[in-house]
């Protein structure tokens, strides 16, 4: 089990940039696959983007491909969302969470620990 702590949402006009940090408590971090899901009100969760335990394998939704950036630093138990070229339809509740099973994926079942979220707000 690995608690975590996510950071760095807010307000953001159209068109700009955040990075979104979790932070992991526990010795077992870097066996764990890591994703970003998001919410929007009324809407269910979705899948954002997944890193492997390595951060040599990543996998990320159409619809943020080419504009975010999943990555981790083993060493400092986090793992980053680099968001740019913001949307209003960007505007969620981000979560990280982690999966301990092998390659990234995208379905929600296969993570078992989840941050708190963090509220991501794009303005037009």
């Known amino acids: 089990q690995v608690q975590l702590v996510e950071s760095g949402g807010g307000l953001v006009q159209a068109g700009g940039s955040l990075r979104l940090s979790c932070a992991a408590s526990g010795r077992t971090f870097s066996s764990y696959t890591m994703g970003w899901f998001r919410q929007a009100p009324g809407k269910e969760r979705e899948f954002v983007a997944a890193?492997?335990?390595?951060?040599?394998?990543?996998y990320y939704a159409d619809s943020v491909k080419g504009r975010f950036t999943i990555s981790r630093v083993n060493a400092k138990n986090t793992v980053y969302l680099q968001m740019n070229s913001l949307k209003p339809e960007d505007t969620a509740v981000y979560y990280c969470?982690?999966?301990?099973?092998?390659?990234?994926?995208?379905?929600?079942?296969?993570?078992?620990?989840w941050g708190q979220g963090s509220q991501v707000t794009v303005s037009s």
């Open positions: 890193i492997s335990w390595s951060g040599g394998a990543t």
């Open positions: 969470a982690a999966s301990p099973y092998g390659l990234p994926t995208k379905d929600k079942m296969s993570y078992n620990n």
